[in-house]
């Protein structure tokens, strides 16, 4: 007797090839930034899927899932870090390392959380790349400043709500290299904050500074789309409270915005 599973997995396997993808070779000397999406394996993409399959040298990030890392089997592992507050290489080390592994004539993976390009350091690495004359491609991924919206029940734009969303990163948030919050505040657009977990509390009051009504729906996303995921929904006004209370930390996603609300009346509770 055939079990559910295998016939899932043959369901899966027919699925892929009635898809016809044919996936790019990478070839030794290569260097391929990829995006892992938010933490889901299932939000891999097929062409950073296939690229794992060949490499054999992965640096990726601390917020790539073990599951993920797990299908470079051929590929030696370099750690690289960048997760806020702890140990991580300088992205100079990063860098250097890239270009010496590309030399060596390996076939290199950089494997980012969410998309490279989106907060993720990607461009400066492909910069450094190309200033090197390494050969490289940039492998899209989810990013999740969108995807765990979705994963959560928050609707990125909402007729009759927004126009538009503003992605911006709170870590110089109450520095002299800080934002102009008000002047975001003033669009009465959704903002997603990324890396603004430890300036949360800042970031809030400065969005009220600049307008917002404190009775703005607001919410902190942890560790979306993983087993791990944890929300919380308040206002502007209570969320830092609301979100230590609950003991969120990092990584996690500030969300400021009427689109939160649709979250409660998605699921029927408003």
Known sequence: MVSEGTKENGRLEQALARLNFKPRRLEPGHVWLAGAGPG?????????????????????DALVSPDIVAVAERAEL????????????????????????????????????????????????????????????????LTSGLSAL???????????????????????????????????ARTGQPVVVYMGMANLPIIAASILEGGL????????IVAATTPQERIVVATLATIAEEAAAAGLSSPALIVVGGIVAMRAALAGEA
């Not at 889901?40 to 990726?60: K, M, N, S, W």
């Not at 592994?101 to 950089?110: K, N, S, T």
């Open 40 to 60: 889901d394996p299932g939000c891999l993409t097929l062409e950073v899927l296939a690229a794992l399959a060949e490499a054999d040298a992965l640096v990726y």
């Open 78 to 141: 370099f750690y690289a870090g960048k997760r806020g507050g702890q140990p991580s290489m300088k992205q100079d080390d990063i860098t250097a390392l890239l270009v010496r592994l590309a030399r060596e004539g390996r076939r290199v993976i950089r494997l980012k959380g969410g998309d490279p390009y989106i907060f993720g350091r990607g461009g400066e690495e492909a910069l450094a790349l190309a200033r090197e004359n390494i050969p490289f491609r940039v492998l899209p991924g």
């Open 150 to 184: 979705a994963a959560t029940g928050i609707p990125a734009t909402m007729r009759g709500i927004n126009k538009a969303v503003i992605l911006v990163t709170g870590h110089a948030a109450g520095t002299d290299d800080d934002l102009d919050w008000a002047a975001i």
């Open 213 to 220: 009504p404190p009775s703005t729906p607001a919410a902190v």
